[in-house]
């Protein structure tokens, strides 16, 4: 059975930081690319980062560079993304997303992070 399972969202004051992560299990975690994604409410689900199977090549969303990093653990199933210098902006549900092709893709049932004072 496929899982991806996030953690590490909560409340946090501007500026603060938090790493989230996502435990995968169920399918071949180190042949597929993984994405995180957020979803604000009333708005659409957005990228925010991605990288690719073997972690080489990584890509963020304009608004995070430079403040979030995405890595993975081939070795855990798990792959991270650290959140710093967060803006109430970053307020949304922020999903895991395993994907390797059309078929092939799976999403986790997120995580809340809330950036307030």
């Known amino acids: 059975q496929v899982q991806l399972v996030e953690s590490g969202g909560g409340l946090v004051q501007p500026g603060g930081s938090l790493r989230l992560s996502c435990a995968a299990s169920?399918?071949?975690?180190?042949?597929?690319?993984m994405r995180w994604y957020r979803q604000a409410p009333g708005m659409e689900r957005e990228l925010v980062a991605g990288i690719t199977s073997a972690g080489g090549l990584t890509n963020y969303a304009d608004s995070v560079k430079g403040r979030f990093t995405i890595s993975r653990d081939n070795a855990k199933n798990t792959v991270y993304l650290q959140m710093n210098s967060l803006k109430p902006e970053d307020t949304a549900v922020y999903f895991c997303?395993?994907?390797?092709?059309?078929?092939?893709?799976?999403w986790g049932k997120g995580t809340l992070v809330t950036v307030s004072s």
């Open positions: 169920g399918f071949a975690f180190s042949t597929y690319a």
């Open positions: 997303h395993a994907f390797r092709n059309s078929r092939e893709n799976y």
